[in-house]
């Protein structure tokens, strides 16, 4: 293959109590990527957005993931990359877990599909470690493997993944920013034993609910005691989201990822709809601007659009 163009989507880490280790994908948003392979061992970046990303492989989260490959696999062959972002960098929905994924996974398909889901992860990571100065999986994880997923263990890495529940996400993107490492740097170094045990509970209840397709289970599991009340007072508002939210019918949610993004679950497509409208009429009061999204689990992850041999 020659060249591969793929739909990569947005996730949602975290879950609420699964900090670092579970994630899910959804349908909307989503970033387009254009890969081809090269004769010559050059990786040449391209961004056909209004971010303003590096494109300097070295400091481009997909051009620094290609690196890697090229190094591990000792190719003579090099990549172009042409990025359209509709994932806002800084949105908490996992816009450099896109980059990431989608470099690790056109670069495999290019190669003939050389590398495991696992191997994919693993090289994907570095890409977070140049956003974030971490490498997690939770948002790399789902958008590989699609649905949700948990992350046993990033090191080895051991991807679990989970039944992909019918049920609908609505979410909103206040335009506030709320970097990952300052996020991470603001939480928590010790934590209450009451409290880890209370979230081992959360974590354990809320994948027997997913694994179960148990809804009232997976309602009462999305609560977090840990990261949230930390977190929370990054973004404008949440309380009142969350509050509003559950009261119209809402199973639960919280903070994607490390925000400013929020999330909610929902069983009927019209509820979710209903919490989209009520998020965005809630930063509208506030003149904050705001994107809102209302999508189903995605239960595919990446996927391929066009093919080139």
């Not at 990431?100 to 977070?128: D, Q, R, T, Y």
């Not at 996400?169 to 034993?193: C, F, G, W, Y």
């Not at 997913?210 to 973004?235: A, C, F, H, T, Y």
């Not at 949440?238 to 019918?249: R, V």
């Amino acid at each position: 293959m020659k060249k591969i163009k793929i739909k990569v989507p947005a996730t949602v880490a975290n879950m609420v109590c699964g900090f670092d280790i579970l994630g899910m994908a959804i349908h909307e948003p989503y970033d387009e990527m254009e890969l081809k392979l090269l004769d010559s061992p050059e990786i040449i970046i391209k961004h056909e957005d209004r971010f303003g990303l590096s494109e300097d492989p070295s400091n481009n989260v997909a051009g620094v993931v290609l690196q890697h490959i090229q190094q591990h696999l000792k190719l003579t062959t090099g990549f172009e990359v042409t990025i359209r972002k509709h994932i806002k960098p800084g949105s908490g929905l996992g816009s450099s877990a896109a980059s990431a994924a989608g470099a690790a996974f056109g670069a495999n398909a290019l190669l003939g599909n050389i590398l495991s889901k696992e191997e994919m992860v693993h090289f994907a990571m570095f890409g977070e470690e140049l956003a974030s100065g971490v490498r997690h999986a939770d948002n790399i994880a789902p958008c590989i493997y699609g649905g949700i997923t948990l992350v046993k263990s990033s090191s080895p890495i051991d991807i679990i993944p989970l039944n992909t529940p019918d049920l609908f996400v609505a979410a909103v993107h206040p335009q506030v920013e709320v970097k990952t490492s300052d996020a991470r740097q603001i939480l928590k170094k010790n934590i209450l034993l009451k409290d880890a045990i209370e979230q081992w509970g959360n974590i354990a209840g809320l994948v027997t609910g997913i694994l179960k397709n148990d809804i009232p289970l997976i309602g009462r599991s999305l609560n977090d005691v840990i990261i949230e009340p930390v977190r929370s007072i990054l973004i404008p508002k949440f309380e009142e989201i969350k509050a509003k939210s559950l009261k119209m019918g809402a199973l639960g949610g919280g903070i994607s990822g490390s925000g400013p993004s929020i999330f909610m679950l929902t069983e009927r497509k019209q509820t979710a709809q209903d919490i989209a409208r009520m998020m965005k009429s809630v930063y509208d009061d506030i003149e904050v601007e705001s994107l809102i999204y209302v999508s189903k689990i995605n239960p595919v992850g990446i996927e391929i659009v066009e093919k080139e041999y």
